[in-house]
């Protein structure tokens, strides 16, 4: 099975980007993030021809979170993140499929920090923390893939001193993502490349792409139970050199069969 993780940026806008990507790459999991789209203008139509079952949770102009599952509907669980009813924000989505469930997520920003902003960020990632805990209770296998919005080491963004006060990069952000992993989740693209400098975001400015000035932000965390059929792990790159492409990658993992 191959899941993905995919800020589109705008998903009517990139749709062609998409489509093409999903013809080239043929995930069978795809989780979106940033669809800037309500409800009633999602994609179904061209996502469906295009072989995918999809659900959704749209929101006019801003955030947005999709799952599609290829050749299947995928059984929606959850539609946002518990413990904060008056959360209006649509950033979260988790479906069934085939056995795996699959948690959609778009954390905040938090900038300008510090700043209401921020501090809307650090609760967000308590709430997830609270909940990703009750998921590895059920001790089943679970993916939480999305746009993080954090770069967890100096690994993951090119000049780190230049980040030290960005709200994707500040201690409390960074403390938060490895209480994660302090919990039991594994960071799947630096479980097969530890070392290696991996970026799946390039901002549209200062020729970012052209100087491969990038950022690791999209994550793909993993249970338990399903870690050990990770098999492969990736970031299709070249989907960010492409017209009219978002500023993030696909990021994706293989998982072996049961």
């Known amino acids: 099975m191959k899941i993905a993780t995919f800020n589109v940026n705008g998903v009517n806008g990139r749709l062609p980007v998409l489509l093409r990507w999903l013809h080239q790459a043929e995930p069978d999991v795809v989780c979106l993030q940033e669809l800037k789209s309500p409800d009633e203008r999602f994609p179904h139509d061209a996502i469906e021809k295009a072989g995918y079952g999809a659900i959704w949770q749209g929101q006019k102009s801003w955030n947005g979170v999709a799952i599609l599952a290829r050749g299947r509907e995928p059984i929606e669980t959850r539609r946002g993140l518990p413990g904060d009813l008056d959360d209006a924000h649509s950033r979260y989505i988790e479906a069934a499929i085939e056995g795996v469930l699959v948690g959609c997520l778009y954390l905040p920003n938090g900038n300008p920090a510090p700043g209401p902003k921020f501090d809307y960020k650090l609760r ?3 709430r997830l923390r609270s909940y990703s805990a009750e998921l590895l209770a059920l001790k ?3 993916v939480l893939a999305g746009d993080y919005n954090v770069m967890p080491t100096d690994l993951d963004v090119y000049k780190p001193e230049r980040w030290r006060d960005d709200a994707l990069f500040r201690p409390e952000v960074r403390a938060a993502f490895h209480s994660l992993s302090e919990q039991g989740w594994t960071d799947a693209l630096r479980k097969l490349h530890p070392d290696e400098r991996i970026y799946t975001f390039w901002d ?8 491969d000035a990038g950022l690791r932000i999209d994550h793909l965390l993993l249970s338990p139970s399903i870690v050990g059929r990770l098999h492969e792990a990736g970031v299709d790159r070249y989907v960010r050199g492409w017209e009219k492409a978002s500023d993030h990658a696909p990021a994706w993992i293989e998982l072996a069969a049961a």
């Open 124 to 126: 967000w990632f308590e």
């Open 140 to 142: 089943t296998p679970i």
């Open 204 to 211: 549209y400015f200062r020729n970012a792409w052209g100087r």
